[in-house]
């Protein structure tokens, strides 16, 4: 075998070497994209209810922004604004055939008032170290399904993400969800 002839297995050898150790980098829209994957009900066995369920869903975002560090809570992601939470939740129940958006109330024994429960929720700063900032996944969200206040058993969730760059995701809904006692 000549020089040339060498050089040029060579050259293929540290071509084919360098193409597979190449890892494909994902490449998506910088605008958050989520799909709904599932809803399973748990049972509280001390209440005798089914009164939480967990919300999964798969999720992608291009540049990574997706979550919050617990300090981040200066404008505009402070409390009481819009994008405090960057999982937004809302919750509805089939109500004489139409899905209506209800608040779920709880009573505060400190105030003793009634308080209205936020599901929605702020996801932890999940941007990957290195170059390649594209990101998926999946979420998963614990929320509770029981209304005391209401005697409705047909719910649903609808719910978003929003990025650090605040771009809004598209909306998931779940099925019709049966609460059983």
Same mark, same amino acid.
């Given at each position: 075998?000549?020089?040339?002839?060498?050089?040029?297995?060579?050259?293929?050898?540290?071509?084919?070497? @360098?193409?597979? =150790?190449?890892?494909?980098?994902?490449?998506?829209?910088?605008? *958050?994209?989520?799909?709904?994957?599932?809803?399973?009900?748990?049972?509280? *066995?001390?209440?005798? #209810?089914?009164?939480? !369920?967990?919300?999964?869903?798969?999720?992608?975002?291009?540049? @990574?922004?997706? !979550?919050?560090? %617990? @300090?981040?809570?200066?404008?505009?992601?402070? &409390? !009481?604004?819009?994008?405090?939470?960057?999982?937004?939740?809302? /919750?509805?129940?089939?109500?004489? @055939?139409?899905?209506?958006?209800? &608040?779920?109330?709880? /009573?505060? *024994?400190?105030?003793?008032?009634?308080?209205?429960? %936020?599901? =929605?929720?702020?996801? *932890?700063?999940?941007? &990957?170290?290195?170059?390649?900032?594209?990101? =998926? !996944?999946?979420?998963?969200?614990?929320?509770? #399904? /029981?209304?005391?206040? =209401?005697? /409705?058993?047909?719910?649903?969730?609808?719910?978003?993400?929003?990025?650090?760059?605040?771009?809004? %995701?598209?909306?998931?809904?779940?099925?019709?969800?049966?609460?059983?006692?």
């Amino acid at each position: 075998m000549g020089l040339r002839s060498k050089i040029q297995l060579i050259l293929v050898i540290v071509l084919a070497a @360098g193409l597979s =150790s190449c890892k494909k980098i994902e490449k998506f829209p910088d605008v *958050p994209r989520i799909e709904f994957l599932d809803f399973t009900t748990l049972y509280n *066995p001390d209440l005798d #209810i089914y009164d939480r !369920g967990v919300l999964r869903f798969s999720f992608e975002d291009g540049d @990574g922004d997706i !979550g919050l560090n %617990s @300090g981040d809570t200066l404008p505009p992601f402070n &409390p !009481g604004s819009q994008y405090h939470y960057n999982l937004v939740i809302t /919750y509805f129940e089939l109500q004489d @055939g139409e899905l209506v958006e209800v &608040p779920i109330l709880w /009573y505060n *024994p400190q105030t003793e008032q009634y308080d209205t429960l %936020s599901l =929605s929720a702020r996801i *932890p700063n999940l941007t &990957p170290e290195g170059v390649n900032k594209a990101i =998926s !996944g999946e979420i998963l969200d614990t929320l509770f #399904i /029981y209304n005391f206040n =209401s005697t /409705y058993d047909t719910i649903m969730f609808e719910a978003f993400i929003v990025d650090r760059a605040l771009n809004t %995701s598209n909306v998931i809904s779940t099925p019709l969800i049966i609460r059983q006692l």
